[in-house]
């Protein structure tokens, strides 16, 4: 078994502990639209092997930090992936590498140095330019009020919803291209919400 499907299963194992119930959003279900979004991505560029392992390693751990730590999932979720990793014998340069594309998940991460962290960007941010993003999004805000006590009035999502979008921008050509019309379709629905 290759070592893409051990962590693979993995993460699938850890995603079943019953503490997941509690996130309607960030779950396996996301997870899964992530690593889709990786390989999606990664398919349409020239990438190593060795590259496209480490980003879809990354996109499998990044968010298993939710279930010990809401506020510091992506630390959480660094520690999960390094102490996996180190236990199946992966070389410390990959694990550095996996470290950082996971911070690049992180709401105040600025700095996208190189292909990997704007396609974990990309991935993450998918659901801007999918479709369902609304339905995602009722998702996430029934997960915010359980576990950051977060009440917003409609008008006080929408509002959200709306600054989200315009300031959540792909990063990749290939997500522009493809996403990025989805994306002004959701932000003009959203501001027609308001």
Known sequence: MSILERVEKHARKEFKRNTWKEFPYHNLTHT??????????????????????????AAWFHDLGYSKSYANHEDASKKMAKKYLQKEGYDSSGIKAIMKLIDSTRVDHTSYRGKLEK???????????????????????????THQFALFS???????????????QFKTDYSRMKYGPQRLKNLEEARKKL
């Open 154 to 168: 409609d008008d006080g999502w929408n509002a959200l919803q709306v600054r989200y979008l315009e300031n959540t």
């Open 119 to 145: 396609i974990m960007f990309d991935a993450d941010r998918g659901s801007i330019g999918q479709p369902n993003f609304y339905e995602l999004g009722n998702l996430l805000r029934k997960e915010w009020e």
């Open 32 to 57: 899964e639209s992530v690593v889709s979004l990786c390989k999606e991505i990664t398919a349409s560029m020239n990438l190593k092997k060795r590259d496209v392992e480490l980003l879809l390693i």
